[in-house]
T-cell receptor
Framework: SAVISQKPSRDICQRGTSLTIQCQVDSQVTMMFWYRQQPGQSLTLIAT?????????ESGFVIDKFPISRPNLTFSTLTVSNLSPEDSSIYLC????????????FGDGTRLSIL | GQNIDQPTEMTATEGAIVQINCTYQ??????LFWYQQHAGEAPTFLSYNVLDGLEEKGRFSSFLSRSKGYSYLLLKELQMKDSASYLC??????????WGAGTKLIIKP
């Protein structure tokens, strides 16, 4: 399975600033995803990162707030913009290799706190 | 709509067996996944079922009944390190994962 490196592992940010999270996979993958997970809750999909085109966002998430890049098949970034306390959460990157119906494998996550 | 149901929390004893159930309703079905997530860590893949029946992997087994929209994860010979949340997720017709809220499993000595 693919090994996924995500950084930073944690950060504390000021209100109104932005944080960019990086996700690097050790092999070419077909799909990459960004999730948010509140403590004690399940995963909420933010968007699917598409290589060479705009990300596909889920309901409730917009590009202006969560711009995503995926310049190639092994790398993606998620930026959380104009940070507010409600953005305090864990952000997870995942990726799938091979064809359809393959499991998603996750990075270690980024724990974000807003002052 | 799409929905995944699993118990919020379960408690079991070290050395025993526990079964975590998951029922689902999704738009199309391309398989069901189980993940383990220890506190403060990322989810890790445990099993995948797309056909009816039981898949066994060591101490862990996963069962699927597509006609009933039902799956379970069976953990045998429980160890303290099995204390974690267990997430059920279904892949819908668009190959998107629909996630359950997770079952927190507490293992007592």
């Amino acid at each position: 399975s693919a090994v996924i490196s995500q950084k930073p592992s944690r950060d504390i940010c000021q209100r109104g600033t932005s944080l960019t999270i990086q996700c690097q996979v050790d092999s070419q993958v077909t799909m990459m995803f960004w999730y948010r997970q509140q403590p004690g809750q399940s995963l909420t999909l933010i968007a699917t990162a598409n290589q060479g085109s705009e990300a596909t966002y889920e309901s409730g998430f917009v590009i202006d707030k969560f711009p995503i890049s995926r310049p190639n098949l092994t790398f993606s970034t998620l930026t959380v913009s104009n940070l507010s306390p409600e953005d305090s959460s864990i952000y997870l990157c995942s990726a799938t290799t091979g064809g359809d119906a393959q499991p998603q494998h996750f990075g270690d996550g980024t724990r974000l706190s807003i002052l | 709509g799409q929905n995944i149901d699993q118990p919020t929390e379960m408690t079991a004893t070290e050395g025993a067996i526990v079964q975590i159930n998951c029922t689902y309703q999704t738009s199309g079905f391309n398989g069901l996944f189980w993940y383990q997530q220890h506190a403060g860590e990322a989810p890790t893949f445990l099993s995948y079922n797309v056909l009816d029946g039981l898949e066994e992997k060591g101490r862990f087994s996963s069962f699927l009944s597509r006609s009933k929209g039902y799956s379970y994860l069976l953990l045998k010979e429980l160890q303290m390190k099995d204390s974690a949340s267990y997430l059920c997720a279904c892949m819908d017709s668009n190959y998107q994962l629909i996630w359950g809220a997770g079952t927190k499993l507490i293992i007592k000595p």
